[in-house]
């Protein structure tokens, strides 16, 4: 069974370009989840999703990304314009159902590098 | 307020000697207790979870972690530590106060000493 799948696995854009990662997750799964890695702030919570809805958006850092999951099968997160210190590691999670003991199953990551 | 806080790091064995690595949380209630693995260059894996029922919950590779309320605690043992484990190790929490989210502890980075 497929995972959840995320593309690009690297990115290297130059300071100012817009960045669009992707993410499909595991069929049938009604939440989905992206989180991002630094070194500074560990793993956080950016934005997640329920059957397609925006629950909490709160962990986005600014109007510059934005998320959208137009259907079950995709997701999209998008920074414009790109700024040094969105350099991260962005992953894509999906889990089945509400109930706080389901698996939340991550993706292989998103490694964006803006120079 | 941190939800989980994982005590060291960095943490280092030699190979065949236990690993013990420490998550305690913080919550009125109790959560819902995960750990998570992620090797280098590589997404996260669960490795175990606590939701109800025994505390002791054994995971995938020989992990294994104990849940103690009256400790607030969550950590993550191995009896033998092999090289392949290196590798860093999250603790997380959901609660009912926080949706499905999970929230992550800092890490701890696990190195195996031949």
């Known amino acids: 069974d497929a995972g959840v799948i995320q593309s690009p696995r690297h990115e290297v854009t130059e300071m100012g370009q817009e960045v669009t990662l992707r993410c499909k997750p595991i069929?049938?799964?009604?939440?989905l989840f992206w989180y991002r890695q630094t070194m500074m702030r560990g793993l956080e919570l950016l934005i997640y999703?329920?059957?397609?809805?925006?629950?909490?958006d709160s962990g986005m850092p600014e109007d510059r990304f934005s998320a959208k999951m137009p259907n079950a099968s995709f997701s999209t997160l998008k920074i414009q314009p790109s700024e040094p210190r969105d350099s991260a590691v962005y992953f894509c999670?999906?889990?089945?159902?509400?109930?706080?003991?389901?698996?939340?199953?991550f993706g292989e990551g998103s490694w964006l590098t803006v120079v | 307020a941190q939800s989980v806080t994982q005590l060291g790091s960095h943490v280092s064995v030699s190979e065949g000697a236990l690993v013990l690595l420490r998550c305690n949380y913080s919550?009125?209630?109790?959560?819902?207790l995960f750990w998570y693995v992620q090797y280098p260059n590589q997404g996260l894996q669960l490795l175990l979870k606590?939701?109800?029922?025994?505390?002791l919950v054994k995971g995938i590779n020989g992990f294994e972690a104990e849940f103690k309320k009256s400790e607030t605690s969550f950590h993550l043992t191995k009896p033998s530590a092999h090289m392949s484990d290196a590798a860093e190790y999250f603790c997380?929490?959901?609660?009912?106060?926080?949706?499905?989210?999970?929230?992550f502890g800092e890490g701890t980075q696990l190195t195996v000493n031949p």
């Open positions: 999670a999906s889990s089945f159902g509400g109930r706080l003991g389901n698996t939340i199953y």
């Open positions: 069929s049938g799964h009604d939440y």
């Open positions: 999703f329920n059957n397609n809805v925006p629950i909490d």
């Open positions: 919550s009125s209630v109790p959560p819902y």
């Open positions: 606590y939701t109800t029922g025994a505390t």
């Open positions: 997380a929490v959901k609660k009912e106060t926080s949706g499905s989210r999970l929230t």
